[in-house]
């Protein structure tokens, strides 16, 4: 359309987002896998072993500021691409590592980032097998943009999708909400607020296994950018359900509830970077729930509530006095700039 133009809302992973996604980038590229949108592609190959599949995915990382409690854009980038294999059950393999540096970047601050990625990569058994490095003029880039694509082999027999949510199963988040983009926004030159929150950023891969060896999983998903807000709509919309989650069973750490009351925000709408929502049959919880608690990345896992053969895409809350609110997807009108 003549005259419209991009705005942050549009980066923000909630509707704005959505909406360039299906109404401009699908149909430019008619893709059907694109279509599916999940957190990686699962992809035939030649020469696959017979079942299993090839997961792969993308990602760029603009984070201010590139260091911050818990993390650090080298960091970032590793987690974000192997957590995105991880949703599709995939064990994480290679990745790929493309440089946009702005002039003048200091190399000490480039080799903390590097030793970042080789520390992460190499926790998440993934190895860093081609890259590329752009530089452009001083004040064209904040520092250094990431972008890293990864592939994740997806064994024989694993089907954990977006859009594979049942009637009946629960709902279950690996720990509490919000710390990542609280972290990253109390870093901001502008704030005064010190918040004693560390990110969450963490490779996901390991924990996806234990829960896997435990039991079945339907759906996986990470809530990054849009929090677990977005993650519920989507998953509720992919899978055809409607989900109805308890507000208080959500963890959401005291520093982060008194961050979020301080600025109005909801802290299920705060991007987390080592945080995951499952699905899984009920009869599987109460095993699949151990073995998140059972790992240093799910001790505080939390039963937060089920999926119903409702209408499609709704999802409940309900509050603490016992009324129901619908959870609306957020519009991408937040904090901008935050992975
Ligand atoms: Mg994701």
Redesign the pocket.
Known sequence: MAGKVITMAHGGGGSRMLDLLRETVFPALGEEVLLEAE??AALAFPGQEPGSRLAY?T?SFVVKPLFFPGGDIGKLAVC?TV??LA?RGARPLYLTLGFILEEGLSFQMLEKVLASIGRWAGEAGARVVAGDTKVVERGAADGMYVNTSGVGLIPAGREVSIRGARPGDVLLVNGCLGDHEASVISRREDFDFRLDVESDCAPLNGLVEAMLEAGEVHAL????RGGLAA?LKEMAFSSGLSLEVAEEDIPVREGVRAFCEMLGLDPLFLANEGKLLAAVPEKEAHAVLSAMRGHPLGREAALIGRAAAGRKGEVSIITPLGSRRLLRMPSGEHFPRIC
């Not at 998903?221 to 990054?224: E, I, K, S």
Request: no cysteine.
């Open positions: 957190d990686a995915t990602d974000g957590n995105d949703m998903r990470d809530p990054t993650s």
